[in-house]
């Protein structure tokens, strides 16, 4: 669109923003830490704010998740400014915050230049890269939190009902309700709710997307969770642990890549019927793994999550709907081979959800452009096995040397945001060092 076109269409989504008694405009990205940052404007600014963005500091790009900062080659101190652009074609009207609406950015430098750690654009940039090999992808995020009640600084559960229990519905219907009708105002196509394992747990998936708009939806349905919770007096936790020792919080990431109009994860000669594309992509995520951790289980609360047995998958393997794989296979059932998808389960809430789709296509793309073979599939939980498959990293400091290491996510990076993320990831390290799970968890449950 011409800079003319976008003012035109500012002003008319303006006059739809007035009539529906919308005052400000909350425009957010996510940092690196996981964390999603926000300026807001009045609506009346939009149409400016379109054509000339909103000032920002780089700096954030080395916050951590207690809101200190630390630095890396190109990025830290008070200097600087960046540019914010909000992407108009997902303005959402925000159901449960009368009053306001929502769009993410994109961050251009002063002089409208894209801005290299721009986590956004990475996840845009890798996407084409796939559209340049004729491959498009689709994904969806899995939301799982823990509620709590708000008035209390104890953890303190609304619901005692079992895991996957009906009770916990019946407990928190009109909570439930709430939010299922906030998001469908939001025209967000929901999946699936339901009460998961951990005391207080509950899921929403919601139908899948193209990368950049399935990471856009994770903010949304975050956000939207968070803000029906606060609604009922209740507060939502969606860090990778809340408890050490109990189940954690996992941030799933489905995807299926797909040529024009096939699913390239059904209707094959691979295993269970995938294409050979889909299957070296999955074989490239696999590889990468341990390197992918450092993106999508990017805090050191994340490894009191990842330990076998709690399906989060803490092994570098895959099966077919094992639960305890890092990538499960999805062949869907018969009547909708198109439903065939793969899961990384490995991930969590705190990631970043840019980076974490942009990181694994990068990854996908490296293993169909080696043509790589999948291993073996493995079935059952392998804790349980006398020859199990490579456990992953299971602390934030291994998964950082395989980061560190990984040529693949280096290039697709770029240098200023590989070298940003390693530095968060660094002084998060430092940070936790020695301290308790207990403290791990409590510093980190309800920051994202
Ligand atoms: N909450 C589990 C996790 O930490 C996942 C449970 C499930 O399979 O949905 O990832
Ligand atoms: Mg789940």
Redesign the pocket.
Known sequence: MTEQQERVRARQEIGRLVAAGVHGAALTWVDNAGLTRVKAVPTARLADVVSDGVGMSPVFDVYLVDDSMTSSGEIGGPDGDLRLFPDLTRLTLLAAQPGWAWAPVDRYDQRGAPHPVCQRQFARRMAERARQRGLELRMGF?T?WVVTRADSRELSYPTTGPAYGMARIVELSDYLAGLLEALHAQHVEVLQLHP???PG?F?VSVAPAGPVAAADLSVLVRETVRAVSGRHGLAAAFG?VVEPGV??????LHLSLWQRDRNLCQGGDGPYGMTATCEAFLAGVLRELPALLAVGAPSPASYL?LVPS????AFQCWGLEN?EAALRFISGPPQAPQAANAEV?CF?AAANPYLAVGAVIAAGLAGVDAGLRLPAPVAGDPAGSAEPPPRLPDSLGAALRHFEESAVLREALGDPLWDSVAAVRRAECELFDGAAPEAVAAATRRRY
């Open positions: 899995e799982e998961e394992y951990a747990q899921e990778p189940v954690g919080n996992g941030g799933h999550r709690r399906w989060a998958g639960r389960k969590d």
